[in-house]
């Protein structure tokens, strides 16, 4: 079975740092995507693990231990504009079959 | 990044009826998905479309009521068939180049089934 865990919503300080965690258990593993989605709108792609380690573009950084079925995707000096949804999924392996997280809503206060 | 454009963005449509879709990418892509996304919940593959061939269904998801045409590279429809207010959702077609691990979204078409 295929299983995608995120929390539900999140609430962070605008400026500060915020870390949203993702535990997933597949029959298969090619690379995990996070992204953000605004009410009302499309997802935005954000980033894409395969590997172990961090990634980081700009304000967001995005880790990945294959071993742990684990990843987070890490925010800084967060601003209003990040409240938003964010969505981890996972590829399955030998394909590109994309299944989503249920997602979390991140909201920004003053 | 491939530019996804969605027909129609929204409709309102009586049960019973059938709506098409269609998503037009702005460069040749290997692959194309579609998705559904139902009020406040996360999104739902519902099939592959193939370039050529007949699409890839997930459970719970059959080609009566969903058939899928991808005629070429660059385009592919999607039609909601015999609609319920169930089928009321944003479906959302989605692309990855096969050269690149990204996979990008259109804007989406919101269906509201009365």
């Known amino acids: 079975g295929q299983n995608i865990d995120q929390p539900t919503e999140m609430t962070a300080t605008e400026g500060a740092i915020v870390q949203i965690n993702c535990t997933y258990q597949t029959s298969g593993f090619n690379g995990l995507f996070w992204y953000q989605q605004h009410a009302g709108e499309a997802p935005t792609f954000l980033s894409y693990?395969?590997?172990?380690g961090l990634e980081e573009k700009g304000r967001f950084s995005s880790f990945l231990s294959r071993s742990k079925g684990y990843s987070y995707l890490l925010l800084k000096e967060l601003q209003m504009k990040d409240s938003a949804s964010y969505l981890c999924a996972v590829r399955s392996a030998g394909g590109f079959k994309t299944i989503f997280g249920a997602g979390t809503r991140l909201f920004v206060k003053a | 990044s491939a530019v996804i454009s969605q027909k129609p963005s929204r409709d309102i449509c009586q049960r019973g009826t059938s709506l098409t879709i269609q998503c037009q990418v702005d460069?040749?892509?290997?692959?194309m998905f579609w998705y559904r996304q139902q009020p406040g919940q996360s999104l739902t593959l519902i099939a592959t479309a193939n370039q050529g061939s007949e699409a890839t269904y997930e459970s719970g998801f059959v080609i009566d009521k969903f058939p899928i045409s991808r005629p070429n590279l660059t385009f592919s429809t999607l039609t909601v068939s015999n609609m319920s207010p169930e089928d009321s959702s944003i479906y959302l077609c989605s692309v990855g180049t096969g050269t690149t691990n990204e996979q990008y979204f259109g804007p989406g078409t919101r269906l509201t089934v009365t």
């Open positions: 693990n395969v590997l172990d």
């Open positions: 460069s040749q892509v290997t692959m």
